[in-house]
C-alpha cells in the first residue's frame, strides 16, 4: 500500500493540474466571448455580401470566378487550431477531412492547411502540401487574412486551382458546432426563373466595376468568418474540455483523500496495537 508520504505528494501533483486546467478555462471563457461577438458580427455581413453576388450573377455570366471547368487540380483548404486540449474538437476535423480526401484521387489534390494541429497531421500523409498557415488562432491580422483570401482566388484564376474547398467548424453555442464544407471557388451561379429573365436592370457603375470591388471584399469577408467561427468553435470545445478535466481532477482529490484517511487510520489503529503489546508484555 502507498505511503501517506506517496498519497500527499499525488494529491499536491493532481491539485496543480487542476488549477492549470481551471486556470486555462478560464482564460479560455475570456477569449471565446470576444470570438464569438465578432464572428456574429460578420456571420450576417457575409450572409447579405453573398446575396448580392448571387443577385449580380444572373446579370454577368462572363466573370472568370464563375468559370466551371474540367478539374485537374482541387486546393482543399483545412482549417484546425495551433493548440491541442479541445477535446474531439481536432478528431472531428481530421476524420471529415479524410472521408473528403478518400473520394478524390491522389494527383488531383493541393492542400492548404490553417493551423500547427492540421500541418502536424497532414505532414505524414501522402497529400501534398500546397500552403500552410501557422499561429492564426486570435492572432491573424486583417492583412494576413486578406493575402490569404487573395492567394486563392489567384490560384484559381491562374488555374493552379480548378476548385477550391474549404472544410472547418462552425460556432453555433459553447455546447454545440458543426462541421463545414463548402465550395469556395468556382462562385456557383444562380439559376434564373422566367420572370427573372425579364427584370430590366440599370447599374452604375458598371456590373463589371461593381463585380470586381464587391468580390474583392466578398472573399476576405469570407476567409474572415471561416477563421473567426472556427476560432470560437475551438475555444467552446477548450472550456468543455478543461472543464471536464477540473471535475475529473476534483473527484480524484476526494478519493485520494479517502484514501489518506484510510491509511492514517490504519497506521494509527496498528501503532495502538503495537503499544498495548509492549505493555502486556512488560
Not at 163 to 170: C, G, K
Request: overall charge neutral; charged content about 30%; aromatic content about 8%.
Amino acid at each position: 500500500m502507498s505511503t501517506l508520504r506517496d498519497i500527499r505528494s499525488r494529491i499536491r501533483s493532481v491539485a496543480n493540474i487542476k488549477q492549470i486546467t481551471k486556470t486555462m478555462e478560464m482564460v479560455a471563457a475570456a477569449q471565446l466571448r470576444r470570438a464569438q461577438e465578432r464572428a456574429e458580427q460578420l456571420r450576417t455581413y457575409t450572409i447579405k455580401i453573398k446575396e448580392l453576388i448571387e443577385d449580380l450573377s444572373k446579370v454577368d455570366k462572363q466573370n472568370p470566378l464563375f468559370e466551371k471547368r474540367d478539374v485537374k487540380k482541387i486546393g482543399f483548404v483545412v482549417v484546425a487550431g495551433d493548440r491541442g486540449l479541445a477535446g474531439s474538437y481536432h478528431t472531428a476535423i481530421f476524420l471529415e477531412a479524410e472521408k473528403f480526401l478518400q473520394k478524390q484521387p491522389k494527383e488531383k489534390i493541393e492542400l492548404i492547411l490553417i493551423g500547427k494541429k492540421a500541418v502536424d497531421y497532414f505532414r505524414l500523409k501522402k497529400w501534398p502540401i500546397k500552403h500552410q498557415v501557422l499561429n492564426w488562432g486570435g492572432k491573424i491580422t486583417d492583412e494576413e487574412v486578406k493575402a490569404l483570401a487573395d492567394q486563392l482566388v489567384n490560384w484559381f484564376l491562374a488555374h493552379e486551382l480548378d476548385e477550391i474547398y474549404i472544410l472547418s467548424t462552425e460556432y453555433i453555442s459553447i455546447m454545440s458546432r458543426k462541421l463545414v464544407l463548402e465550395k469556395f471557388l468556382n462562385v456557383e451561379k444562380i439559376e434564373e426563373t422566367q420572370e427573372e429573365y425579364q427584370l430590366d436592370y440599370i447599374f452604375e457603375p458598371s456590373v463589371d466595376e461593381i463585380f470586381s470591388q464587391l468580390l474583392t471584399r466578398y472573399f476576405g469577408i469570407k476567409i474572415q468568418n471561416i477563421l473567426d467561427q472556427a476560432y470560437a468553435a475551438e475555444l467552446a470545445a477548450r472550456i468543455i474540455a478543461m472543464k471536464s478535466a477540473t471535475k475529473n481532477a476534483e473527484e480524484m482529490i476526494t478519493e485520494l483523500t479517502l484514501v489518506l484517511n484510510k491509511v492514517r487510520q490504519e497506521n494509527i489503529t496498528k501503532e495502538m496495537i503495537e503499544i498495548t503489546s509492549g505493555m502486556n508484555k512488560g
